[in-house]
T-cell receptor
Framework: DVKVTQSSRYLVKRTGEKVFLECVQDMDHENMFWYRQDPGLGLRLIYFSYDVKMKEKGDIPEGYSVSREKKERFSLILESASTNQTSMYLC?????????????FGPGTRLTVT | GQNIDQPTEMTATEGAIVQINCTYQTSGFNGLFWYQQHAGEAPTFLSYNVLDGLEEKGRFSSFLSRSKGYSYLLLKELQMKDSASYLCAVRDQAAGNKLTFGGGTRVLVKP
């Protein structure tokens, strides 16, 4: 059974704090993604990675960074959390290949920045 | 850039059929995905279309017309558990094969 796990389901942080969100997948997938989901805005891609140590900016990378030191782990970092980063954060992974390659999502982390 | 449009909300009766439309504009179309997301949960994969036509999976079917930039998800014999949001996502080869999601359609199934 495929599995993507995220380090926390709920997180409350203060403005200015550094925040780490961890994602681990056990499917040996090459691709990993970080999204945020907000009411009325849908899922928006923050960063993604095609391989270890590789990263690509998504549609809304400002205020975020990522790290992929191991194939199974993809971390999202908020260098200095702000209230407008309060959101649901979803991690996903997929295999390479154009035939299918559907993304599998983790359960999400609901982050509140106060 | 890409533009993906789907209705915000739909209501249907248990046992009925509902069709959720999705229109898109993209420069390097390389597949369309439908996901289901129950409130408070992660999206789960439903279907994938890359060629024109209908893909059927039990009570759910998905249709694609690449020339029209159009897809629909058909839910038949609706059950209460089908109340969820349905997300349309397009993969664009010109954008590194990443997915771009529509805003989602919230479907409410009533008894």
């Amino acid at each position: 059974d495929v599995k993507v796990t995220q380090s926390s389901r709920y997180l409350v942080k203060r403005t200015g704090e550094k925040v780490f969100l961890e994602c681990v997948q056990d499917m040996d997938h090459e691709n990993m993604f970080w999204y945020r989901q907000d009411p009325g805005l849908g899922l928006r891609l923050i960063y993604f990675s095609y391989d270890v140590k590789m990263k690509e900016k998504g549609d809304i990378p400002e205020g975020y960074s990522v790290s992929r030191e191991k194939k199974e782990r993809f971390s999202l970092i908020l260098e200095s959390a702000s209230t407008n980063q309060t959101s649901m954060y979803l991690c996903a992974s997929s295999s390479h290949g154009l035939a299918g390659g559907e993304q599998y999502f983790g359960p999400g982390t609901r982050l509140t920045v106060t | 850039g890409q533009n993906i449009d789907q209705p915000t909300e739909m209501t249907a009766t248990e046992g009925a059929i509902v069709q959720i439309n999705c229109t898109y504009q993209t420069s390097g179309f390389n597949g369309l995905f439908w996901y289901q997301q129950h409130a408070g949960e992660a999206p789960t994969f439903l279907s994938y279309n890359v060629l024109d036509g209908l893909e059927e999976k039990g009570r759910f079917s998905s249709f694609l017309s690449r020339s029209k930039g159009y897809s629909y998800l058909l839910l038949k014999e609706l059950q209460m558990k089908d109340s969820a949001s349905y997300l349309c996502a397009v993969r664009d080869q010109a954008a590194g094969n990443k997915l771009t999601f529509g805003g989602g359609t919230r479907v409410l199934v009533k008894p």
